[in-house]
C-alpha cells in the first residue's frame, strides 16, 4: 500500500460546504458529534482514506474485519452542506499526523471547503453538571461570532494546546487559507461523554444554523450516567470498611 490511499466514492455536488473533523480524542466527544451527523442526516460516501501511519490493526465486527481507515461524508444538515471527517482511529507517529492532516485538507479543498471545524473534547478530571465549549481558533476575528454561539475563549486552556488532526487543522488549515476552528466540549476524560458531544453540537448547530435531533445521543447518555453510577457505587463500597472489621482482640 502507499502512505496514503485516497479512493473516491462519489463527486459530491455541495454548495459552500464546511468541513467538520470528528475523530477519537478525549472522551471520545468529536467522534461522537461527529457520527451523530452522519446518523441523522442524508449523507453521501464521499471518500475513504487509507494509510500505513494509522496503527497496523482491523477492527472486526460479526468477524468481518475492516482496515483502518478515515472517511469524508457528504451531509446535508437541512441546507447546510457539510463535509464530515470521521474515523476509528488517529496517526501512531508525529509526522503521521501531519502527513494525514494534509491529505485530509487536500481531500477538502477539492470539494471546496474554505471553513473547517475540528470537534473534540477538553479533559476536566472530574465530573461535570454544566457542559462548556472552549474554543479555539486560527485567525482573531473568529473569536467574536463564536463567543456569540455560546463558546468559551480562556487564558491558556487547553493546557498544553490542542494536539492531533484537531490542532493541525488549525494550524495547517491556517496557513492554507481556511477558517479553521476547534470546539471542545469540557468532558471529565473518564469515559465516553454524549453530553459533551450534544454542547459542541449546539454550538456548531447555532454558528452553522441547523438543527438535529438528539433522541439517539441523549439515549446513550443515559446509558453513561447509569455506568458512572454503578461505577460511583463499587467505589463507595470499596472505600467503606465492615463494622466487624474495626473490632479488634489483643
Known amino acids: 500500500m502507499d502512505e496514503f490511499d485516497v479512493i473516491w466514492h462519489t463527486e ?3 454548495d459552500d460546504p464546511v468541513l467538520v473533523e470528528g475523530l477519537p480524542g478525549v472522551g471520545h466527544v468529536g467522534k461522537l458529534a461527529a457520527d451523530h451527523l452522519v446518523d441523522e442526516f442524508e449523507t453521501d460516501h464521499v471518500a475513504t482514506v487509507y494509510s500505513e501511519h494509522f496503527p497496523p490493526q482491523v477492527t472486526v465486527e460479526d468477524g ?3 482496515l483502518a481507515s478515515a472517511e469524508f461524508h457528504a451531509v446535508d444538515a437541512d441546507g447546510t452542506d457539510l463535509l464530515v471527517l470521521t474515523g476509528d482511529q488517529q496517526a501512531g507517529d508525529g509526522p503521521g499526523h501531519y502527513r494525514l ?4 485538507l487536500d481531500v477538502a479543498e477539492e470539494c471546496g471547503c474554505e471553513t473547517a471545524y475540528a470537534l473534540g473534547g477538553v479533559p476536566t478530571g472530574e ?3 454544566e457542559y462548556g465549549v472552549v474554543g479555539a481558533v486560527s485567525e482573531a476575528s473568529l473569536v467574536g461570532p463564536l463567543e456569540d454561539a455560546g463558546v468559551e475563549f480562556r487564558d491558556d486552556e487547553p ?6 488532526v484537531s490542532g493541525l487543522i488549525l494550524g495547517l488549515g491556517g496557513r492554507r487559507g481556511f477558517e479553521a476552528a476547534c470546539l471542545m466540549g469540557e468532558t471529565s476524560g473518564y469515559l465516553v461523554d454524549p453530553k459533551s458531544a450534544r454542547a459542541v453540537l449546539d454550538v456548531l448547530c447555532a454558528k452553522l444554523g441547523f438543527e438535529v435531533d438528539y433522541e439517539s445521543l441523549d439515549e446513550r447518555a443515559d446509558e453513561m450516567e447509569e455506568v458512572m453510577e454503578k ?3 463499587m467505589q463507595q463500597q470499596s472505600t467503606q470498611t465492615p463494622d466487624d472489621d474495626l473490632r479488634y482482640i489483643g
Open 12 to 14: 459530491p455536488s455541495l
Open 64 to 66: 468481518v474485519s475492516k
Open 101 to 104: 492532516t494534509t491529505t485530509f
Open 127 to 129: 465530573l461535570i453538571e
Open 159 to 164: 493546557a498544553g494546546g490542542v494536539v492531533g
Open 231 to 233: 461505577m460511583q457505587e
